[in-house]
Nanobody
């Protein structure tokens, strides 16, 4: 049973930084996609923020390119999201997600395993 536990959320002023962590348990995929999604209070859908695949290739949503960095520590089975130059519009619940896939997609249906979420609030 795969379990994902996020941490690192909090409140920060615009321009500040946060690093989110997602610890994975019971996870031994050699081929995988891992991603961060976010869901703002006013949105019904989760938005893909960043993806990393098992080769280490990364992709980012246009809204966070140049500000956010997704990375992983395979020895610790942990996924990270470094968020710099935060903006009020980055305020959302952030979720990590993972699944066994060869091709990584942005849609939530592609990920079968999700964390419980961690709140990020950016004030102006």
């Amino acid at each position: 049973q795969v379990q994902l536990l996020e941490s690192g959320g909090g409140s920060v002023q615009a321009g500040g930084s946060l690093r989110l962590s997602c610890a994975a348990f019971g996870y031994a995929f050699s081929i995988y996609c891992a991603a961060w999604f976010r869901q703002a209070p006013e949105n019904k859908e989760r938005e893909g923020v960043a993806i990393i695949d098992s080769s280490g290739s990364t992709r980012y949503a246009d809204s966070v390119k140049g500000r956010f960095t997704i990375s992983e520590d395979n020895a610790k089975n942990t996924l990270y999201l470094q968020m710099n130059s935060l903006k009020p519009e980055d305020t959302a619940m952030y979720y990590c997600a993972v699944d066994y896939r060869y091709v990584c997609e942005w849609n939530v249906e592609s990920y079968g395993y999700w964390g419980q979420g961690t709140q990020v609030t950016v004030s102006s």
